[in-house]
DNA sequence: TAAAAAAATTGTTGTAAAACAATGTTTTCA
DNA sequence: TGAAAACATTGTTTTACAACAATTTTTTTA
């Protein structure tokens, strides 16, 4: 880690692309207020909370699957992918986050190491917390740990949903559930893909090749509206059917 | 409901296969002494807990998937498969459950539904705790707590590893790997496979006709020895060798 | 205990999607 | 700014597996 004046900014020597940025001085000059911020101060806590912004560049790693959990960390701005290293270096995106989304709360449940990776697909601004304070907070308080339970709980259902349909569905299906899902995540039926054609492909458990193929077919077919990176959604209900239909 | 005097136990009218042995005068007498039994103790509780035995038989269903948890229900004796509902009927088996095993806990972490299937593979005794009191007894003990979550984000793992490999694997590296897995189940490399051909194909997410053809290859190649239900690994290196190759 | 149903086995066929290939396009960065 | 790398697209080939079919064996149950 070395300090660059003209940034005004800590760069990782590993890299020297990840910057840390200096630690709050206070968390309510923060643009995005968080659920642990929220929390601490109800719990009279604010001192022992010591947040850390770090930014971090497309493409750039987050967190890296079985690497020991440090942080609780927050995205609290862009987008990213968390996905698991599949066989022969082929990778499963499990979902993007999209803020505000906590990363690494499982060493809370007791699986002290990222269970998957996640890395920036735009420019992210994250804000690290130490987890042992998000531990203790966790055993202090019963609606902070309802929270979390509950997000936990999301996830598997999530990821077992994601089990049945990778599994029985073909290639148009899995590409529609794609596209719907990640309307959902934009809360919007138009939006811009932050994946490259590739990682459609692999949010969708298919070859890069087919993700191509499945999208302009459901644009000559008029189900969509696609020019680059620009996605709509023109006929929902029809994308919907064919993700069902399996 | 009804009482059936020449059995001695209630048999359920929808299905008058489910019986409901007595009530539990007091968990001591009991041959299969469970988490929350002891935690209870711990605790002073018994006079809250009122178990209950059910008896389920083979292919009985002990709780349907999206079906309200009102209990947790623990395997204490015999086999049960977990799974999900698929598309067209299809099931995609998550794992064999093995006492001593915790079904409906996901309550806790406010999903109050059950998020798969669960059906007796053989005779299965199990004892039913009402879920609020288990409830109770997380929020207020710590220990407990942790051994929960960590079970629960066991889970977690676990299907995520199934999800990297049914996507990735081809059909000999699934069976092998669920062969491992059932070895490891059973604590053993010898052991009586509970499940049908077909249902280890479930088990694998491949068709019943792909799991026999596999078996007799494996059979062949003189990696085990099969006959009829008892399955032994010869060559476990082998078979682990095959799994990880995809 | 016999008849019926379910499970196991083996061979064959059809097909969806991966793999490969070739080419054009955009992005990256030295 | 220009070369190299990454990305996108479309067509062709290959292949692993599901689907189907037919027969045998085992299990269930009336």
Redesign the pocket.
């Known amino acids: 880690m070395f300090y660059n004046n003209f940034f005004n900014v800590y760069l990782s020597d590993a890299t020297a692309k990840m910057r840390l940025i200096e630690p709050h001085k206070n968390c309510k000059q923060c643009q995005w207020k968080c659920d642990i911020y929220f929390t601490t101060r109800e719990m009279g806590m604010q001192h022992e909370l010591k947040p850390v912004q770090m930014v971090y560049k497309?493409h750039e790693t987050i967190c890296r699957q079985d690497a020991a959990i440090t942080h609780a960390i927050n995205l609290v701005s862009g987008n990213a992918k968390m996905f698991v290293n599949g066989l022969?270096d082929k990778q499963i995106i499990l979902g993007i986050l999209m803020p505000a989304n906590y990363i690494g709360l499982t060493a809370i449940f007791g699986s002290p190491n990222y269970p998957y990776n996640v890395t920036a697909l735009t420019h992210c601004h994250t804000c690290q917390v130490d987890i042992d304070i998000v531990k203790k907070m966790y055993h202090a308080n019963h609606d902070f740990q309802q929270m979390l339970n509950q997000s936990f709980s999301k996830t598997l259902a999530s990821i077992m949903k994601k089990l049945v349909s990778l599994n029985q569905?073909?290639?148009?299906?899995?590409v529609a559930e794609s596209l719907i899902y990640l309307a959902q995540l934009h809360e919007s039926d138009q939006f811009m893909l932050t994946l490259?054609?590739?990682?459609l492909?692999e949010l969708s458990?298919?070859?890069?090749?087919?993700a191509?193929?499945v999208?302009?077919e459901f644009k000559k077919e008029g189900l969509i509206r696609?020019e680059?990176?620009e996605v709509c959604l023109l006929q929902k209900e029809v994308l919907q059917k064919i993700s069902d239909a399996g």
């Open positions: 497309k022969f569905k073909q290639i148009r299906a899995k490259s054609r590739k990682e492909g458990a298919i070859t890069g090749e087919n191509v193929r999208l302009s696609v680059g990176k």
